[in-house]
């Protein structure tokens, strides 16, 4: 295990990790308009059809996340990482495909295996961070790997406007039906290139033997977890990621509500991914060598502000930008000790699959996410900028409640002194 944040081995994740995000981002992006408002493949999925994308890729995570954590204590991270990376070319192959026919379902297909792909990457990559750097690096080291995650949100939700500008342009271009899969082929042999630096690290527990039995896996982790703060906090990371599947769906409608370009539109979610960029590498900062739980309520408070005026404020696009910039910087204060927390109070040998119940719990709760925005939209016929009310509300009042819970492990001191 090494003492300093960016040594060869995290930095490895680290860009493995960005060009996973910007594959993710990028196919997701491409889809969301294609079948958003306006897009080519908008009247197959009816309205609200990013929803189902969005389904695409969070059902995956609930159904295998519990399974990838048991794999991920049996087996070395850095195996699982190049085997994932490896299925990554040829998913990134299926989607080549699927946009050179012009079709809706292989492209679908793609992002749920590339969904599946992720799921076995997420415990081993979270559970893999103490492994590099140590306790007392794990706020660092969070900070920096969401800063470089959320630098490859904006590279792929940027490139995706311009890609799918080239698969489907408007008047009477010519369509080159051939550019979304060769981007995703290109990101895909990049990162299994950078994933080929991180060092072997030992199995934490080769005698786990994997159940396929989810509902055993999930009951008996949640069992374990709830005997300390461990399952509050996974509750909490979780709450993030409903709200931020409700934001990222509501964004792409902005092209119409703000009558701007597909590249505009990108740039939006862009600087989303920027501030929680920002945010992000701003609280592994300010919590040093230890962590610091008091940035959560910080993080839950300025969310809820900004989302708020975001849904109730009038529709121009450099104040939407503004807003959307305050709620990334906030929502990087909350998920940055929150991270830390779930892989600091995991046992080292049952990491793999605590991280992986915690990132069932948050795919979950993104599927919530998803399906509050589709009857937003579709069952009460809401405009797609007032749902960022309900994500002020589920801010304030969904992790109010938790962190009130919370309350005894966000003052805790020895937190802010970690074993290094």
């Known amino acids: 295990m090494e003492g300093r944040v960016f040594n060869k081995g995290f930095t490895s994740l680290m860009f493995t990790q960005f060009f996973g995000a910007v594959n993710d981002n990028l196919l997701k992006g491409v889809l969301t308009f294609a079948v958003a408002t306006g897009g080519i493949w908008a009247g197959q999925l009816g309205k609200g059809g990013q929803s189902y994308v969005a389904l695409c890729l969070t059902i995956p995570f609930i159904i295998l996340s519990g399974f990838a954590g048991q794999i991920a204590d049996r087996t070395s991270k850095q195996r699982i990482t190049v085997l994932v990376k490896v299925a990554e070319i040829g998913i990134a192959a299926v989607g080549f495909s699927g946009f050179l026919a012009g079709n809706l379902w292989i492209t679908l297909f793609a992002m749920?295996?590339?969904?599946?792909?992720?799921?076995?990457?997420?415990?081993?990559k979270y559970g893999m961070i103490p492994e590099l750097v140590g306790d007392a690096q794990l706020s660092q080291a969070n900070g920096s790997i969401n800063m470089f995650t959320n630098i490859a949100v904006i590279v792929g939700t940027l490139a995706a406007g311009p890609v799918y500008s080239a698969f489907d342009?408007?008047?009477?271009?010519?369509?080159?039906?051939?550019?979304?899969?060769?981007?995703?082929?290109?990101?895909?042999?990049l990162g299994f290139g950078t994933c080929l630096f991180i060092p072997r690290l030992k199995a934490m527990d080769p005698t786990v033997r994997p159940s396929f039995n989810l509902i055993d896996t999930y009951w008996t982790a949640i069992r374990e977890m709830s005997r300390g703060s461990l399952l509050l906090v996974a509750i909490a990371w979780a709450t993030f990621y409903m709200i931020g599947m409700l934001a990222l769906l509501i964004l792409p409608d902005y092209r119409d509500l703000l009558s701007v370009s597909p590249t505009q539109a990108s740039v939006l979610?862009?600087?989303?991914?920027?501030?929680?960029?920002?945010?992000?590498?701003?609280?592994?900062?300010?919590?040093?060598?230890?962590?610091?739980?008091?940035?959560?309520?910080?993080?839950?408070?300025?969310?809820?502000?900004f989302f708020a005026l975001l849904g109730v404020l009038p529709l121009h696009y450099y104040l939407v930008a503004s807003l959307l910039f305050g709620a990334g910087v906030f929502a990087g204060f909350y998920i940055v000790p929150l991270q830390a927390l779930l892989q600091h109070l995991s046992p080292p040998d049952e990491r793999g699959r605590f991280l992986g119940t915690a990132?069932?719990?948050?795919?979950?709760?993104?599927?919530?996410?998803?399906?509050?925005?589709?009857?937003?939209?579709?069952?009460?016929?809401?405009?797609?900028n007032r749902i960022f009310l309900i994500c002020a509300a589920l801010s304030l009042v969904g992790t109010g409640v938790l962190l009130w819970r919370m309350r005894k492990l966000i003052t805790d001191p020895a937190l802010r002194h970690p074993d290094p």
Request: hydrophobic share 55%.
């Open 169 to 189: 342009p408007e008047g009477s271009a010519e369509a080159h039906r051939w550019v979304p899969g060769a981007a995703l082929l290109v990101v895909a042999l």
């Open 269 to 305: 979610l862009g600087i989303l991914g920027v501030a929680i960029g920002l945010g992000s590498v701003s609280a592994g900062l300010i919590s040093g060598k230890h962590i610091e739980p008091r940035l959560i309520p910080v993080g839950a408070i300025g969310m809820s502000v």
């Open 359 to 384: 990132n069932a719990m948050s795919f979950v709760a993104s599927t919530v996410g998803s399906l509050i925005f589709l009857l937003a939209r579709k069952h009460l016929s809401l405009p797609s």
């Open 112 to 124: 749920l295996l590339l969904a599946i792909q992720s799921s076995f990457f997420g415990p081993a």
